[in-house]
């Protein structure tokens, strides 16, 4: 489903809506139009990821072939998030609880946008910034947010979490101390080991004092990866990119701790040989 057209940045401006660049020379639109869906109910859809073409006097900008996405047609359901999501609230809502009224959480690689949503719904007074490198995944996350009408969920941005905070987009959610809490679900063994290092380092200037950061998935344990299903899933993912793999807690934990992050313990077990890792920033 694409919209068409060709505005000034000055006219968008003056509506209100708000315009990001990106380092792809793209522009975010943050602004929702009411579309009518073939079942004839209106939803609201975000507007994002349109060209940005500037002239060569850079006087003038516009935003072309402008994609409306959040539709029917963008949800992506992993049944692993349908199956994790519970267990992963009943750990998050003791946390959550604790944030109270106005409570601002982010949430990193937010996947399709299974979780977020599912959060948002039992704690309606905290509003949630989910994100992700991947425009798929942006769409379905923008879809959940339409097809659950949850309120407390904003636009889904996009951050590329091995880069400095500094060349992130910018948004006014996102500033240094702003969050109460992180969360990031099943990322670090999936990607090179410096998503962990920008995650504890985008944490450690995030997370206002005693603010949480929350990671699950599977870990090794002192150097040892157990039981024999995540031997053969660790050994599966090293073939598919050397640089992927389980991570040991302890090496998680001393990244944490050299950016401000002590663990609690015990560390939580999960279903299907998983882990809940909780730390807080110092206070």
Same mark, same amino acid.
């Given at each position: 489903?694409?919209?068409?057209?060709?505005?000034?940045?000055?006219?968008?401006?003056?509506?209100?809506?708000?315009?990001?660049?990106?380092?792809?020379?793209?522009?975010?639109?943050?602004?929702?139009?009411?579309?009518?869906?073939?079942?004839?109910?209106?939803?609201?859809?975000?507007?994002?990821?349109?060209?940005?073409?500037?002239?060569?006097?850079?006087?003038?900008?516009?935003?072309?072939?402008?994609?409306?996405?959040?539709?029917?047609?963008?949800?992506?359901?992993?049944?692993? @998030?349908?199956? =994790? &999501?519970?267990?992963?609230?009943? !750990? %998050?809502?003791?946390?959550?609880?604790? *944030?109270?009224?106005?409570?601002?959480?982010?949430?990193?690689?937010?996947?399709?946008?299974?979780?977020?949503?599912?959060?948002?719904?039992?704690?309606?007074?905290?509003?949630?910034?989910?994100?992700?490198?991947?425009?798929?995944?942006?769409?379905?996350?923008? @879809?959940?947010? =339409? &097809?659950?009408?949850?309120?407390? !969920? %904003?636009?889904?941005?996009?951050?590329? *979490?091995?880069?400095?905070?500094?060349?992130?987009?910018?948004?006014?959610?996102?500033?240094?101390?702003?969050?109460?809490?992180?969360?990031?679900?099943?990322?670090?063994?999936?990607?090179?080991?410096?998503?962990?290092?920008?995650?504890?380092?985008?944490?450690?200037?995030?997370?206002?004092?005693?603010?949480?950061?929350?990671?699950?998935?599977?870990?090794?344990?002192?150097?040892?990866?157990?039981?024999?299903?995540?031997?053969?899933?660790?050994?599966?993912?090293?073939?598919?990119?050397?640089?992927?793999?389980?991570?040991?807690?302890?090496?998680?934990?001393?990244?944490?701790?050299?950016?401000?992050?002590?663990?609690?313990?015990?560390?939580?077990?999960?279903?299907?040989?998983?882990?809940?890792?909780?730390?807080?920033?110092?206070?």
């Amino acid at each position: 489903m694409h919209l068409f057209l060709s505005a000034a940045v000055g006219q968008f401006m003056e509506r209100g809506r708000s315009l990001k660049r990106n380092e792809r020379n793209r522009v975010q639109i943050f602004e929702v139009y009411p579309l009518r869906y073939p079942d004839n109910v209106a939803r609201e859809v975000s507007v994002v990821d349109a060209c940005l073409i500037v002239d060569p006097d850079n006087k003038m900008a516009y935003a072309d072939k402008v994609e409306l996405f959040g539709g029917y047609d963008d949800l992506i359901r992993v049944p692993a @998030a349908e199956r =994790n &999501k519970g267990p992963i609230l009943e !750990v %998050l809502q003791q946390h959550l609880k604790k *944030i109270g009224d106005n409570g601002f959480v982010f949430e990193v690689a937010s996947g399709p946008g299974q979780h977020v949503v599912h959060f948002a719904q039992s704690f309606p007074s905290v509003t949630f910034l989910p994100s992700d490198c991947d425009v798929s995944y942006l769409k379905s996350i923008q @879809a959940y947010i =339409n &097809k659950t009408n949850v309120k407390n !969920v %904003l636009s889904p941005v996009y951050i590329d *979490i091995t880069q400095p905070l500094s060349q992130w987009p910018q948004h006014e959610r996102l500033q240094p101390q702003s969050c109460d809490g992180i969360i990031n679900v099943n990322m670090i063994h999936i990607s090179p080991w410096d998503t962990c290092e920008g995650l504890m380092s985008a944490a450690g200037q995030l997370l206002k004092p005693g603010g949480f950061l929350y990671m699950y998935g599977p870990f090794k344990v002192g150097g040892v990866i157990s039981p024999d299903s995540n031997v053969q899933f660790d050994s599966m993912l090293r073939s598919r990119n050397s640089s992927w793999g389980l991570r040991d807690i302890d090496d998680v934990k001393q990244l944490a701790e050299q950016n401000g992050l002590l663990m609690d313990t015990p560390v939580v077990d999960m279903p299907a040989n998983n882990k809940s890792l909780i730390f807080h920033k110092k206070r």
